[in-house]
């Protein structure tokens, strides 16, 4: 599977009013918001996608484990924001994991597909869809958190 690369242009406005704050850490914080607000779009998307596939028949609901969760990076400097669904994608742990939706690890086979069955996505087009609206949140709301930060100085 490839990533995802987005290039943002027009910044220099932005770098400016990040200067001014000169506090990485609440920085750090306000990019955080923003990320998880503008992927918030994606596990919506996700979500409905799921619905369409889920058999209705079961009591595994896969859609009801989509979530976004903060990531981890090595580099200090990087926010890293998933979206994903709760309980993974395990093969060797015998106890199904305690979501709220269920038992759901067989996902990656209907996402990816075997050899026995074709991939039915509803993970990766939910991204690829909405990449605009995502970048348009994320810039909303992390240009108006720091215009809230800028203005308690």
């Excluded at 923003?34 to 996608?49: F, G, L, P, T």
């Amino acid at each position: 599977m490839a990533g995802v690369e987005v290039e943002i242009t027009g910044l220099d406005d932005v770098v400016n009013r990040l200067q001014r704050l000169a506090n990485p850490r609440r920085t750090k914080s306000i990019a955080r918001k923003a990320a998880r607000q503008a992927m918030n779009i994606v596990r919506d998307a996700a979500r409905s996608n799921a619905k369409a596939i889920d058999d209705p028949d079961t009591t595994e609901k896969i859609w009801k484990n989509i979530s976004v969760a903060a990531g981890k990076s090595k580099n200090k400097d990087v926010i890293v924001m998933r979206v994903g669904i709760r309980g993974g994608a395990s093969y060797s742990n015998p106890t199904p994991p305690n979501t709220s939706g269920g038992d759901t690890r067989y996902w990656r086979f209907l996402e990816i597909g075997t050899s026995n069955m074709p991939a039915t996505p509803f993970m990766r087009p939910a991204l690829a869809s909405n990449i605009q609206q995502v970048t348009n949140k994320f810039s909303e709301v992390f240009n108006a958190e720091l215009d809230k930060e800028l203005a308690n100085l």
